[in-house]
């Protein structure tokens, strides 16, 4: 008889582990909270704009590119990808850096903001190469359950070449002096959630996926992707529940053998992946008795940021944007220490926007734009109130205006903010966390919260709480190394 499988929560992780489960040969069942898959990467559509809820980057596309390939499938059968160029803008105080998707260009720039940096620059990206070879092949893909599992001779020849022990601050400080260059360079980390100098400069290999593997979009929006993994996991067989949302996890010895949803349905399980948030499952869905970490082990882990998004259509153009834009015209190191150190509502941040209008004109009616804001803020802030939001608009509103000269406060037609709360109230966010746990060193494979659950004999978590780590192609390795692991136990 065919084993069923349970997945609660369809993001990226959900939709990963389920399709691989299918594929595999178990019945499987995903139950999502609400009323389309994606889960933080969900979409929505108004007055004519259409905005990606979450993830905007579409980094490492050897990974979506395996993950397809894997179901004899290849990512042009779901959507198309276009390559941006350039691959976003850097506003400094006073100017700005657009950074090229071609290398020969990135490196001119290099040499001309700091004599000699263009040969660095080839001597750091060769050093990055090899450890995003080696650390995506050899090191995300484990479960993250034994040291044995890292006695691999290529990661044991090549310890100390990965730079696991130096952090990230110190190694790009070895190549480039100029302030601006260390500052594009340090920026891929923001999105692993710790501070460059607490950060592995193992991590370099985003410098990689950065600048080599380029930045892409999908034609349509961020929202392809999940459709796409949706149709796949429905030609595997995966069935799909929306609207609800799991009460509980039944368990009997040690044993899941239940998932009961707050309307009743009751829904029988060989085996059970939690691919929502990892603390609620355990806090909140089983017996205390069952639970794997207590509530001290949670509160000492070191989180990611969480952000305030807004998301805006405006009835004009903005004038020369370009997809991607990280407003650095303020000093990073306060705005760190308020994250990260001293954890307040930042005084003066940084952010982050995004226009996928500019790439795609069907993102918006004619003739005008949809703008994605972002402000990374320390996880678990209290004080998330309208008006706070509403200062922090009208700040984004007025450096926005003193960039490219237009008050946007003129032309908004529609405004959508998201925050703390919300993160919470829909994701049942750990300390409405956007991006899970910092990838410390202290917080990576094997010390991160298991992938298995130690009370519960078939109880598996998948996503950005565990192994391997927080952002969209990790969530997607993180549910085929779960899926693996039950198929090897089960």
Same mark, same amino acid.
């Given at each position: 008889?065919?084993?069923?499988?349970?997945?609660?929560?369809?993001?990226?992780?959900?939709?990963?582990?389920?399709?691989?489960?299918?594929?595999?040969?178990?019945?499987?069942?995903?139950?999502?909270?609400?009323?389309?898959?994606?889960?933080?990467?969900?979409?929505?559509?108004?007055?004519?704009?259409?905005?990606?809820?979450?993830?905007?980057?579409?980094?490492?596309?050897?990974?979506?590119?395996?993950?397809?390939?894997?179901?004899?499938?290849?990512?042009?059968?779901?959507?198309?990808?276009?390559?941006?160029?350039?691959?976003?803008?850097?506003?400094?105080?006073?100017?700005?850096?657009?950074?090229?998707?071609?290398?020969?260009?990135?490196?001119? *720039? #290099?040499?001309?903001?700091? $004599?000699?940096?263009?040969?660095? +620059?080839?001597?750091? &990206?060769?050093? /990055?190469?090899? %450890?995003?070879?080696?650390?995506?092949?050899?090191?995300?893909?484990?479960?993250?359950?034994?040291?044995?599992?890292?006695?691999?001779?290529?990661?044991?020849?090549?310890?100390?070449?990965?730079?696991?022990?130096?952090?990230?601050?110190?190694?790009?400080?070895?190549?480039?002096?100029?302030?601006?260059?260390?500052?594009?360079?340090?920026?891929?980390? *923001? #999105?692993?959630?710790?501070? $460059?100098?607490?950060?592995?400069? +193992?991590?370099?290999? &985003?410098?990689? /996926?950065?600048? %080599?593997?380029?930045?892409?979009?999908?034609?349509?929006?961020?929202?392809?992707?999940?459709?796409?993994?949706?149709?796949?996991?429905?030609?595997?067989?995966?069935?799909?529940?929306?609207?609800?949302?799991?009460?509980?996890?039944?368990?009997?010895?040690?044993?899941?053998?239940?998932?009961?949803?707050?309307?009743?349905?009751?829904?029988?399980?060989?085996?059970?992946?939690?691919?929502?948030?990892?603390?609620?499952?355990?806090?909140?869905?089983?017996?205390?008795?069952?639970?794997?970490?207590?509530?001290?082990?949670?509160?000492?882990?070191?989180?990611?940021?969480?952000?305030?998004?807004?998301?805006?259509?405006?009835?004009?153009?903005?004038?020369?944007?370009?997809?991607?834009?990280?407003?650095?015209?303020?000093?990073?190191?306060?705005?760190?220490?308020?994250?990260?150190?001293?954890?307040?509502?930042?005084?003066?941040?940084?952010?982050?926007?995004?226009?996928?209008?500019?790439?795609?004109?069907?993102?918006?009616?004619?003739?005008?734009?949809?703008?994605?804001?972002?402000?990374?803020?320390?996880?678990?802030?209290?004080?998330?109130?309208?008006?706070?939001?509403?200062?922090?608009?009208?700040?984004?509103?007025?450096?926005?205006?003193?960039?490219?000269?237009?008050?946007?406060?003129?032309?908004?037609?529609?405004?959508?903010?998201?925050?703390?709360?919300?993160?919470?109230?829909?994701?049942?966010?750990?300390?409405?966390?956007?991006?899970?746990?910092?990838?410390?060193?202290?917080?990576?494979?094997?010390?991160?919260?298991?992938?298995?659950?130690?009370?519960?004999?078939?109880?598996?978590?998948?996503?950005?709480?565990?192994?391997?780590?927080?952002?969209?192609?990790?969530?997607?390795?993180?549910?085929?190394?779960?899926?693996?692991?039950?198929?090897?136990?089960?």
């Amino acid at each position: 008889m065919q084993k069923k499988a349970v997945v609660i929560g369809s993001g990226f992780a959900g939709l990963s582990a389920a399709t691989f489960l299918a594929k595999a040969g178990w019945n499987v069942d995903v139950l999502e909270k609400h009323n389309q898959p994606g889960g933080r990467a969900r979409q929505f559509k108004v007055d004519g704009f259409t905005f990606d809820m979450g993830p905007s980057w579409y980094w490492m596309p050897d990974v979506f590119d395996r993950y397809f390939a894997q179901f004899n499938h290849t990512v042009e059968d779901f959507y198309n990808l276009i390559r941006l160029d350039p691959s976003y803008r850097i506003y400094w105080d006073g100017d700005y850096m657009d950074i090229p998707a071609d290398y020969a260009a990135l490196k001119d *720039l #290099f040499e001309k903001t700091e $004599p000699g940096a263009g040969d660095k +620059l080839d001597a750091f &990206m060769e050093e /990055a190469s090899y %450890k995003y070879k080696v650390g995506i092949n050899k090191l995300v893909f484990k479960p993250g359950q034994s040291l044995v599992e890292f006695l691999d001779v290529d990661l044991i020849k090549g310890l100390f070449k990965l730079d696991v022990f130096n952090n990230i601050k110190k190694h790009i400080g070895k190549y480039f002096r100029n302030p601006k260059l260390r500052q594009m360079m340090e920026f891929p980390v *923001l #999105f692993l959630g710790a501070l $460059p100098e607490n950060t592995p400069a +193992l991590y370099s290999l &985003m410098n990689y /996926a950065d600048v %080599k593997l380029g930045t892409w979009f999908p034609d349509g929006g961020m929202y392809k992707i999940v459709e796409g993994m949706h149709k796949l996991a429905e030609e595997q067989g995966v069935c799909f529940h929306f609207n609800e949302d799991v009460s509980s996890i039944e368990v009997l010895d040690g044993i899941a053998n239940t998932v009961v949803s707050k309307g009743g349905k009751r829904f029988k399980a060989d085996v059970v992946v939690g691919a929502a948030d990892y603390h609620f499952i355990e806090t909140n869905l089983l017996e205390k008795k069952y639970q794997s970490y207590s509530a001290s082990y949670w509160n000492k882990r070191s989180m990611a940021p969480g952000c305030l998004i807004y998301y805006v259509g405006l009835n004009t153009k903005v004038p020369e944007l370009p997809h991607h834009s990280l407003f650095f015209d303020v000093p990073f190191d306060i705005h760190a220490d308020e994250i990260y150190t001293n954890p307040v509502w930042p005084k003066n941040p940084l952010f982050y926007l995004s226009a996928t209008s500019v790439t795609d004109p069907s993102q918006a009616p004619e003739g005008c734009e949809n703008l994605f804001f972002l402000i990374p803020i320390a996880a678990g802030l209290d004080g998330d109130t309208e008006e706070v939001r509403s200062h922090y608009f009208n700040l984004l509103a007025d450096r926005l205006k003193e960039k490219t000269g237009l008050d946007i406060r003129n032309h908004v037609v529609y405004k959508r903010s998201y925050s703390y709360t919300d993160f919470v109230g829909d994701y049942n966010a750990f300390k409405g966390n956007a991006y899970g746990l910092a990838n410390t060193l202290m917080q990576t494979a094997i010390l991160k919260p298991s992938c298995i659950s130690k009370k519960v004999n078939n109880l598996y978590y998948t996503g950005q709480l565990t192994v391997p780590g927080p952002g969209v192609p990790p969530s997607l390795i993180s549910g085929e190394v779960v899926a693996k692991l039950i198929n090897s136990r089960h």
